[in-house]
């Protein structure tokens, strides 16, 4: 196992996920914990450290299912992370009873990792707002030593990582964004990577293979990319692509069933950077698979033309999140975070916009769209 060095620790370079644990009968919150224990003790033999879990995943059960399993093993043989739910505002004012709750949930007496979970454009305000506690109780948690290293996971904009880094960023030792080949400039993540490296603060990825999108690739593309590695299987090129980005120190998986788990593990008994040429052909593949995307380039000649002052560059960039995801959060999240009157609904189709779009983007429709999908399928 390849490892990394994080302070006076050091880390497996890969770390088990735990938001797609294997189910039972397709139920998401029942976790296949015969199973999850089936995989924990693999990854345990072969070198894996780290495991992530969160109060959310698997509808909770997450943190239970890897209190249970873990308990089996010895404190000091791996290192915990989980994280405070600030995705939910309504869990701005309970972080002393939720932390207190983990804790007992997961069977542990500390966390090694501990992160503000999501930060984004809809919690960024209640994040700041020091009248619910939650950086000074944290901070004082970590010097009462039952979190031993904080940190925070982000899936909103460069400008609210940025918001929150001012604020507390001398504090944060670790942060945990989406990071792939794909987001490396559809998400702008090589924007987030180098905003981190900026604070001297290191890169915790998630979502290597995006949500399983980059384990199988078109037709075209897996030919392509044998013919420069053959004996690279598909998915090891989305890890290759990370340990080739300075400054990412833990990837985290997703692993959710075994098979999935002794891949990951395989792939990374070897530290394997891709070349200039290589990284270059990967990223070819990426713009391939993003064709079908608006092509906006954000020129807001739109803007200046339409009667609702809407941001529409942001809204297409959030449409087509949306398409290449095929649903998702990410761009709910973002759109609810809008007033109403900013939101893709508040399109009156009146083709200003388009009137003078270099790109002759049909953006009325695209707006049209976006409001109907995001009306039948709610954040």
């Not at 308990?71 to 989980?82: C, E, M, V, W």
């Not at 990071?179 to 990825?205: C, G, M, T």
């Not at 997703?254 to 040429?277: A, C, H, V, Y």
Request: net charge negative; with cysteine; glycine share 8%.
């Amino acid at each position: 196992m390849v490892t990394k060095k994080f302070q006076d620790l050091t880390l497996s370079a890969l770390g088990m996920g735990t938001m797609r644990l294997p189910v039972l009968d397709g139920d998401d919150t029942k976790v296949d914990e015969e199973k999850t224990a089936e995989m924990v003790a693999y990854a345990m033999e072969h070198g894996i450290n780290y495991y992530d879990t969160a109060w959310g995943y698997h509808g909770g059960n997450s943190e239970l299912v890897m209190g249970r399993v873990l308990s089996k093993y010895p404190r000091n043989s791996f290192y915990l992370a989980t994280k405070f739910p600030g995705y939910d505002l309504s869990n701005m004012d309970k972080v002393e009873e939720i932390f207190e709750k983990q804790l007992e949930k997961c069977q542990t007496k500390y966390f090694d990792f501990y992160l503000f979970h999501n930060v984004c454009e809809i919690n960024i305000d209640a994040y700041l707002d020091r009248k619910y506690g939650i950086y000074e109780y944290l901070l004082e948690q970590k010097k009462n030593g039952r979190i031993r290293h904080l940190g925070f996971s982000a899936h909103g904009s460069c400008e609210v990582m940025e918001r929150f880094l001012k604020a507390y960023g001398e504090r944060m030792e670790f942060c945990q964004i989406q990071l792939n080949y794909i987001d490396w400039s559809f998400q702008d993540a090589k924007a987030k990577v180098e905003l981190l490296s900026k604070y001297n603060i290191p890169v915790w990825v998630m979502e290597p293979l995006r949500g399983g999108k980059l384990a199988k690739l078109p037709e075209d593309a897996e030919r392509k990319l044998k013919g420069i590695r053959p004996d690279e299987g598909i998915p090891a090129w989305a890890f290759r692509f990370l340990q080739s980005i300075k400054g990412v120190t833990m990837i985290l998986s997703g692993m959710s069933n075994f098979e999935q788990t002794q891949d990951n593990i395989k792939t990374f008994e070897t530290d394997k950077p891709l070349s200039d040429e290589e990284m270059k052909s990967l990223l070819e593949v990426a713009g391939g698979m993003l064709h079908n995307s608006l092509p906006c380039t954000a020129c807001h000649y739109c803007t200046s033309h339409c009667p609702k002052g809407l941001d529409i560059p942001t809204l297409i960039e959030l449409y087509n999140e949306h398409n290449f995801t095929g649903g998702g959060f990410l761009a709910p999240m973002a759109v609810m975070a809008m007033p109403e009157e900013k939101r893709p609904s508040a399109c009156v189709g009146c083709r200003s916009c388009e009137a003078v779009c270099p790109q002759q983007i049909k953006i009325s429709e695209a707006m049209s769209d976006f409001a109907a999908k995001l009306a039948a399928n709610p954040f």
